[in-house]
Nanobody, 113 residues
Framework: QVQLVESGGGLVQAGGSLRLSCAAS????????MAWYRQAPGKQRELVAA???????NYADSVKGRFTISRDNAKNTVYLQMNNLRPEDTAVYFC???????WGQGTQVTVSS
């Protein structure tokens, strides 16, 4: 059974930083594409960043240069480092293994102006 458990969300002022973690069990994060999505109130869920099995990364245009996705194979954990946060980054952030259809429960990120 696949479990993805996010942590690291919270309240931060604009310009601040947060690091989200996604601890995985039941899958090996280095063996598949892992991704972070977010959903703001009243908006559709959107892809924020993804990292492939071979380590290639891609980002939404809105977060390029500010967010970094990475993984620690030894800890079987995926991270999202978020710098220079903006109020429009406020959302619930979800970790996912898209091809396996597995999702975490989400972690709230709130950026105050």
């Amino acid at each position: 059974q696949v479990q993805l458990v996010e942590s690291g969300g919270g309240l931060v002022q604009a310009g601040g930083s947060l690091r989200l973690s996604c601890a995985a069990s039941g899958i090996i994060v280095s063996s598949r594409t892992m991704a972070w999505y977010r959903q703001a109130p009243g908006k559709q869920r959107e892809l924020v960043a993804a990292i492939t099995r071979v380590g290639s990364t891609n980002y939404a245009d809105s977060v390029k240069g500010r967010f970094t996705i990475s993984r620690d194979n030894a800890k079987n954990t995926v991270y999202l480092q978020m710098n220079n946060l903006r109020p429009e980054d406020t959302a619930v952030y979800f970790c996912a293994s898209p091809l396996s259809g597995s999702w975490g429960q989400g972690t709230q990120v709130t950026v105050s102006s």
